[in-house]
């Protein structure tokens, strides 16, 4: 049973950090792109942050992009999202997600999801 566990959001204020994890499980981390989302109140999940499965390609949302970095370690099956200079917007619930399509934008393209993990930016 593959499973995308997600860890490390909280409460930060404006202009902190925070580094979220994905840990994957049941599937062949190595073989997987794998992709951040977010979802705010009343607004529909974005796209925010992808990587290859090697981790030498990556892809970023503009409004995180220079902010946020992604990242990921194979030997360890996680997945990482840095997250510096946050700001009130960046208040979502941030997903995880794995795909064996290159590295996507488009949600339908992955395959597998994690439960998410709230973010809360405050001023």
């Known amino acids: 049973q593959v499973q995308l566990v997600e860890s490390g959001g909280g409460l930060v204020q404006a202009g902190g950090s925070l580094r979220l994890s994905c840990a994957a499980s049941?599937?062949?981390?190595?073989?997987?792109?794998m992709g951040w989302f977010r979802q705010a109140p009343g607004k529909e999940r974005e796209f925010v942050a992808a990587?290859?499965?090697?981790?030498?390609?990556?892809y970023y949302a503009d409004s995180v992009k220079g902010r946020f970095t992604i990242s990921r370690d194979n030997a360890e099956n996680t997945g990482y999202l840095q997250m510096n200079s946050l700001k009130p917007e960046d208040t979502a619930v941030y997903y995880c997600?794995?795909?064996?399509?290159?590295?996507?934008?488009?949600?339908?393209?992955?395959?597998?999801w994690g439960q998410g993990t709230q973010v809360t930016v405050s001023t």
């Open positions: 997600a794995a795909t064996l399509s290159g590295f996507p934008r488009r949600e339908h393209e992955y395959d597998y």
């Open positions: 049941g599937l062949t981390f190595s073989n997987y792109a």
């Open positions: 990587i290859s499965w090697s981790g030498e390609s990556t």
